[in-house]
């Protein structure tokens, strides 16, 4: 006898503002909590502590803004999807916002399984534009790129140039301009709120060799800083980073799990891809 | 009104836990800063985690922005490595609302729950950028005040803060910022100048009942003890009387809980069930210093929990008072509100009582508390012996504990925490021992049902404190306090199942200075502020050579603020406020418990007389004369219900409403917060 089939949504949401520095634990107890409060019936674990099943895909660290965040949730029975969207965000705190819920296939893989990949706009502080950009040129070259990092305990020298599927200089840039809105009153460059950098565009693979944005920073610092230089970091800084797509690849082709919604279909139904 | 946060913000990647900064609670108030209005800033000296669900700051926030002619924000203490970067960056203190830089409000005021945050008062006062001596601030600096139960003996403090305020909060927050409003600068001079003249508002301040300002006193000393405190200003009050509001249903706060981005302690909804407590433990001070008990009626209660789950989106709410398990008929509401969540339908609503006293719990309780997610569960028997839990008047005895453990095993659970004192008065090996033989006694139960059950012990050092029975009692050396900790150690290492924790000694001596202390350790806190003593309720950054030294340069003995026997005429510190208890009461209580006789719980035994309800006009108000399961004080004894027990029954969800229940009613006698 097959089991009874199993109902789950995933949900597509963004993070933005002040609370990008709510961590990825803290973000799955704000949606616990969302969730309550519109009375999607959630399904629970077994057990001596039930738990609502819940399950996010690939951790964002604290500090980074999203427009593409997934979770799925599994239900005890099929809500209002079309609605579902706009009553969670209303349930949820400023700055995070469901952009659309869609019903998940049987057997759909998880996020964890299927993101292959993602695109991150990275703002880079600490060092003029021309220089970042050698940097960028240098490590698009290089035919490897050794990092040296701490996993699980264990210090381990890897490669990481196979990560970086895309890398280019969107740009310099003036400043921050945040959601509550780039002080009238200048702030002193530095450590201040109006700071000068250079943007990034990234993708980076989620695969065999996987590499985070700031990792990156770390290793575009150390080849600015050419062998000689005082600052083995190159002085680069990580200024906002933002997470703009998660992808999954089959045989070659490019998606989305959950397509963004442009304005005429936004929060309708659509089937996860 | 300016704001940090265009400074802030970049530093914030750079520290621990960042999103206990950025405020953005559901239920937070952000009023617009006018500068027309009082404003207050609600300020808890230490983390966010530990001082966001403060019940009495969440309360006082919320009045306060309710009012018209006021406004409110809220500040914690930032840890230590943001502190660092702010310092720096020259980043003052700053309220979470609308990251204000808190020297910007008329009022910070502070919520004391431990004596061990009072450096890190200090450090905010300095973060705020104001002076931290009182004498040194101006009609430009904010009014430094403090509330909560540590104000019992605020003469530490004395020089450091403006305004004290005893007891409930609830109703002499709204007249402090009356006065304020009076005593406020033109609106063009706001907020660099705050009020018109500082003095002039203080000496009004110090004339509302419960509110005391110590620089309007004078204390004089007569070798290690005090001899006088007298007012320097004529038309002051000689005794500064704490304040009590008569009916919790007037006060139905917090309406909108906090609820943080980020996980805090308590993190759950709580509702206040119940204020005051009559067992009558003798170490307990909240339970002397909040008397008389003023339930809540049980459907405000339902009402409260159910419109808080909806709001908030909590599956969780925790029952608050002394002792829950007294709260009339307890498992009837628990039940309720356990089927209310069902009928919601979202979800599992799990129930949680805080306080648990074992003579209450019984398979009932237990059998609803699993329904839904259980948490754990501790009981607190206090002491190992009957002997001394006589003397300490917490009547429980062994059997009582083993049926509430055994209930607890049998529905489920598979450890129980149990919490007990050590240094309790008249102490011997014999009852420090006791301990570990009732955890190995619990085991045994425990087996019966879980192979794997297991009990924690948790012993903390006894600090007696100021309006209990054990005021005049000299505190256990921090040398002998670790003797009996390595005593239970021995004892316990090969018990299987038993696992002990204890609370530093040292840390237990530290908060003795500041517990029974009067103005000569002010400067002794301010010395291990300036060392670097902040966050001492942190291990890691506690060092007792701060204490000890300081004292020593102060040349004050730790033997006569700590482990003196006071006696029985001496002039205490804190003998000018009233806490509402009879100092004879509290006295015969003492010699009662020296002769090892326990006091049966007033609210259903003729009256003791301790001043608490009497001396207020107010009575208990619960909403049954019986006493719940386990008898008065699991003693056993019949009791006596009716009769002289001076007792307002509440009614009933379904009968009819006495008429004459707020008869005896003081309008002035408001609640406590804290």
Redesign the interface.
Known sequence: MSPPPKLRLRIRFTKAG??R???H??VA??F??????V?L??A?SEG???R?KLSFGLALS??HESDAEYLDVEVTEMPDVETMAAALSD?L???LSVESVVVLEQGAASLQQVITSCTWRIEVLGAPTDSVAAAVAAALDAPELLLERVRKGKTAVADVRPAILALRVAGPFGGTP?K?G??ATG?PAG???L?HGTELEVELSNENTSLRPSELIEVLGRLAAGSDATEPDGGLL?GRVRRTHQWIEVDGIRSEPVSRPDASTRHELRRAS | MTSVWPLLEPLLPRVQKPARYIGCEDGAKAKFPDPGLVSWCFTYPDTYEVGLPNQGLQILYEIVNERLDARADRSYAPWVDLEELMRQERIPLFSVEHHTPAGEFDAIAFNLSAELTYTNLLNCIDLAGLPIHSADRTERDSLIMVGGHCTYNPEPLADFVDVVVLGDGEEVVGEITEVMVRHLAPTADRPTTKFADRRALLVELAQLESVYVPSLYEMTYDGPKVASVEPLVDGLPTLIEKRTVADLADWPYPKEQLVPLTEVVHDRLNVEVFRGCTRGCRFCQAGMITRPVRERPADQVRTMVGEGLRRTGYDEVTLTSLSTADFSNVEDVVTDLINDGDDAGCGPVSVSLPSLRVDAFGVGIAAQLQRAKRGGLTFAPEAGTWRMRQIINKLIREEDLYQAVDAAFSQGWKRVKLYFLIGLPSETDEDTLGIAELAKNCVAIGKKHNNRASVTVSVGGFVPKPFTPFQWFGQNTAEELQRKVNLLRDATRKMRGVQLKWHDPRATLAEGIASRGDRRIGPVIEQVWRNGGVFQEWSEHFDIERWTTAMADHGLRVEDFVYRHRTEGEVLPWDHLWAGLHKDFLWQDWQDALAEVGLEDCRWTPCYDCGACTGYGIEHVVASATPPAGGSQGTGQDLTTGGAVPVTVLPSRHGPAPENRNENRIGEHAEASA
């Open positions: 002040k609370i520095f709510v961590s634990r803290d107890r704000l616990e909590r969302a969730m309550r409060i009375r019936p959630v629970y001596f502590s039930p609502p604290v500090g349930a705190p400023d700055g945040t509550e780039t002080p702030v450590d201040g709120g700071q990580e």
